[in-house]
């Protein structure tokens, strides 16, 4: 046991973790780099099982959130030469002798999960976890009380990740005052599995959202001539999937994903002129303006 909270188990994999480890931790049966430990590499196998051991740990932690977070197989792989070619890549299969720990020690037996719903639970978990550092013990309580309800009437897993996702954002709205939900959402952000900054965060995220049918369309256009604060991004999206109020627009997603791939996620950053279009289409501008900070984990249509 190396911690009670996530917190303190997220600190002790980051203290075993090294910049130019030759070790990584993966799930033997899919080969995905799971929450906590993506993105993380180790000096020597011993700390790389270490870390495979606190990754269980702090995801049983987890499962008391979110009872449907995948159950991973973590094990300690040695990177391969190609690996380090290939910059250490997301998609790595782990090696025959992870797969063989795993045919020994697996112990559940779940199907693959899609990118959405892993998606999914990587952002409920990035957000569980910051309200836990953050004391908000009331928002927790809240949205676990209203996604337990939903989930005995809902068996569709695709469905039920979203239906999480909304639930966060409903109960983020309802209990803290939107400044703290900007300053949790950026938190959060950085506990997400790292990519690549993005030159421009707003078409990637929307780019990755739409490959994981999240969104079914989008249009983007930045002003060819920024503000003086920063770029402006007038955004269209069709068939979100998230359901939404006839006005209230859900942004969590949206806005914790482009945080992730800004180069400077700490600026400001703010949702405004918010349209809905009805059966989830949306059409919103997002801004960079100090002023107009906000609207990032949720949003209402704006009075015309």
């Excluded at 203290?15 to 899919?30: E, I, P, T």
């Excluded at 300690?76 to 002798?97: K, V």
């Amino acid at each position: 046991m190396v911690g009670t909270t996530l917190r303190e188990i997220r600190t002790h994999i980051e203290r075993l973790a090294s910049d130019d480890g030759k070790y990584y931790v993966v799930c033997a049966r899919s080969g995905e780099r799971p929450v906590p430990v993506a993105g993380e590499r180790f000096p020597t196998r011993t700390a790389a099982a270490d870390a495979a051991r606190a990754t269980e740990q702090y995801r049983a932690a987890l499962r008391r959130y979110d009872p449907q977070l995948p159950f991973y197989d973590p094990v300690a792989c040695q990177e391969r030469p190609a690996d380090a070619d290939a910059g250490h890549r997301d998609s790595d299969r782990p090696t025959a002798e992870a797969r063989t720990r795993s045919g020994a020690d697996r112990t559940h037996e779940v199907p693959s999960d899609t990118p959405l719903i892993s998606f999914c639970h990587d952002v409920s978990g990035a957000i569980f976890e910051t309200l836990s550092a953050r004391d908000h013990e009331a928002a927790e309580r809240a949205i676990m009380e209203t996604y337990l309800a939903a989930a005995e009437a809902t068996t569709d897993r695709n469905t039920l990740c979203l239906v999480l996702l909304e639930t966060v954002a409903s109960e983020l709205e309802r209990h803290l005052e939107a400044a703290e939900r900007t300053r949790l959402l950026e938190a959060a952000a950085a506990n997400l599995p790292p990519v690549e900054p993005a030159d421009d965060p707003v078409e990637a995220s929307l780019g990755f959202l739409d490959s994981l049918s999240l969104i079914r369309e989008y249009g983007v256009t930045r002003d060819s001539i920024e503000a003086a604060d920063g770029p402006v991004w007038t955004v269209s999206l069709r068939g979100y999937a998230i359901e939404c109020g006839e006005r209230r627009f859900p942004t969590l997603p949206i806005g914790i994903d482009i945080l992730r791939r800004s180069a400077a996620p700490d600026d400001a950053l703010g949702v405004t002129d918010v349209t809905a279009l009805g059966d989830g289409d949306w059409e919103f501008v997002l801004t960079s303006d100090d002023g107009s900070t906000g609207g990032l984990v949720c949003t209402q249509e704006e009075p015309r």
